[in-house]
């Protein structure tokens, strides 16, 4: 292993972070060789190229942290200014290691991978499961070419589809696990199917308003999938249920109100954003920064309604609010954190996730305490 490999993997172990089971496999399936020559590395994005700066580029390689290989689904051309939208990446190595820790994978079982991205999932899986028994399909036929080379360097040659993830895979179902590196608002019904009775889904899952979780589902014998939330997990979401990045117009700009809540109450803490997702549904949250200072915006595109609150001075005892439509888009979020408080502020371990056909439902300490349909 290179030195940059080693100082990751003994990061993690130390953290807690990376398993006994899989860090063999970590050891032989280096991170480097799955990144791209050019990429964007960090929250800031900023470029990374082998052939100009290699040492940063390997630094970058074995960081705890995403790079970002594609934007705008392949318009921005890497190495050039960040897009609008990270549209394929390699996620940061410690939430790699706790979803395979958390997919309970043993030797022999057949899994489906959604969304094959830089490839290093897969190979990981294949290291430990052997290629017969991984699957791993990608939407993206250009991001796709480039893991079906990056695995077959490494050694490695999984089943590789060119496919819509949410339709997973039939030919090679029933699986024992489905593993998805990405976000769904809903899990689609062809996961479910394909997953042999006892099986899991692993995958992140969202709301409108940002709350990214990973949930473990279980699928009984009626075809049911019913699981607790495990960790945070801010992953892309899976391309055909993107939402619409398109705000209310503020129509009604009058002031409507104070509010006490403080922006880290709510959404800064992420079982009370969690809550407050679940009980204002169907509401795009965004942040804004100016010489005013942050502003909130809330929008329902749908029924057109909106609610702002700038915190310009968050040191104050209430806030401005404003809001307009036929929704009262920050009455809800109040009357939703009150909900929260009153049930002694549970965390976000405590929630689960039933899906029967059509309808998700969520609920909190036993699948029969249904908190919402979401």
């Known amino acids: ?26 050891e032989r399936v280096p991170r480097h060789e799955f990144v791209p020559e050019i990429a964007w590395f960090g929250w800031d994005n900023r470029v990374i190229s082998r052939a100009d700066e290699p040492d940063a580029w390997f630094d970058a390689a074995y960081a705890d942290g ?7 689904d392949g318009k921005v051309l890497p190495g050039s200014v960040p897009g609008l939208s990270p549209s394929s990446s ?27 991205g830089s490839g290093w999932s897969a190979a990981l899986l294949a290291d430990r499961l052997g290629d017969a028994n991984v699957t ?9 070419r480039a893991a079906q080379q990056a ?19 039939a030919a090679h179902a029933p699986y024992d696990r489905v593993l998805a590196t990405c976000s769904v608002y809903r899990v689609p019904p062809a996961w479910i199917a394909q997953t042999r009775p006892g099986g899991y889904i692993v995958t992140p899952w969202r709301l409108a308003m940002p709350s990214g979780l990973l949930v473990r589902l279980q699928v009984d014998e009626d075809g049911a999938a019913s699981g607790s939330f495990v960790c945070p997990a801010w992953f892309m979401v ?9 705000q209310v117009p503020m129509t009604s700009p009058a002031l409507d109100g104070r509010t006490s809540l403080r922006r880290g109450e709510v959404f800064q803490n992420e079982s009370a954003q969690f809550a407050v997702a679940v009980l204002v549904p ?24 909106w609610a702002a609150v700038t915190y310009g001075d968050e040191s104050g005892d209430d806030f401005a609010v404003r809001q307009g439509g036929p929704r009262r888009l920050w009455d809800e979020v109040e009357a939703a954190y009150a909900w929260w408080q009153d049930a002694g502020r549970p ?18 300490d036993e699948p029969a305490t249904v908190v919402a349909n979401v």
């Not at 995403?66 to 705008?72: G, L, N, S």
């Open 151 to 169: 695995l077959r360097q490494a050694g490695y040659a999984p089943t590789t589809v060119a496919a819509d993830g949410t339709g997973g895979y």
């Open 90 to 116: 390699l996620s940061m190595p410690r939430i790699v290691a706790r979803m395979l820790d958390a997919a309970m994978i043993v030797d022999g079982m057949r899994v489906l991978e959604i969304g094959t």
């Open 347 to 364: 965390e976000y371990t405590r929630f689960g996730l039933t899906v029967d056909g059509t309808t998700q439902r969520l609920w909190i």
């Open 66 to 72: 995403p790079i970002v290989t594609q934007f705008d």
């Open 282 to 305: 169907n509401c795009d949250q965004w942040t804004d920064s100016d010489d005013a200072g942050v502003t909130v915006r809330l929008d329902d595109v749908a029924s057109g309604s």
């Open 136 to 144: 791993t399909v990608e939407i993206d036929t250009t991001i796709l």
């Open 238 to 246: 899976t391309r055909n249920q993107r939402r619409s990045t398109d």
């Open 1 to 26: 292993m290179i030195k940059q490999q080693t100082r990751l993997l003994d990061e993690l172990a130390a953290a807690g972070r990376l398993s006994e089971a899989w860090r063999p496999h970590f």
